[in-house]
């Protein structure tokens, strides 16, 4: 029923900035909790950041707290993540997510994106 699309992935040099977007197909965008997650070469998919519905409340892992923002439009079906301070250990693939419920645990969401690239060089 959702259809997500990550962009604005890219290389840039530690201590830069990136903002993805993850823009998404359906009507009933409004109703889904998102999260972004993150995966690196050789390591488990992790959770990142998620927003309510409303976009009310946001949650951030330990790891990106205070560097990473979270935010959504529901009027233009799109949720984003703002990336300052950036740290080689954030090297990953980001994907965006959809759920009912507002959780962390990757295995609770349906809906994913392709995934978008993200390399920070030292």
């Known amino acids: 029923q959702v259809q997500l699309v990550e962009s604005g992935g890219g290389l840039v040099q530690a201590g830069g900035s990136l903002r993805l977007s993850c823009a998404a197909s359906g009507r009933t965008f409004g109703s889904y909790a998102m999260t972004w997650f993150r995966q690196a070469p050789g390591k488990e998919r992790e959770f990142v950041a998620a927003?309510?519905?409303?976009?009310?409340?946001?949650y951030y892992a330990d790891s990106v707290k205070g560097r990473f923002t979270i935010s959504r439009d529901n009027a233009k079906n799109t949720v984003y993540l703002q990336m300052n301070s950036l740290k080689p250990e954030d090297t990953a693939v980001y994907y965006c997510a959809a759920s009912l419920s507002y959780n962390i645990l990757p295995m609770t969401y349906k809906y994913w994106g392709q995934g978008t690239q993200v390399t920070v060089s030292s």
């Open positions: 927003i309510s519905r409303s976009g009310g409340s946001t």
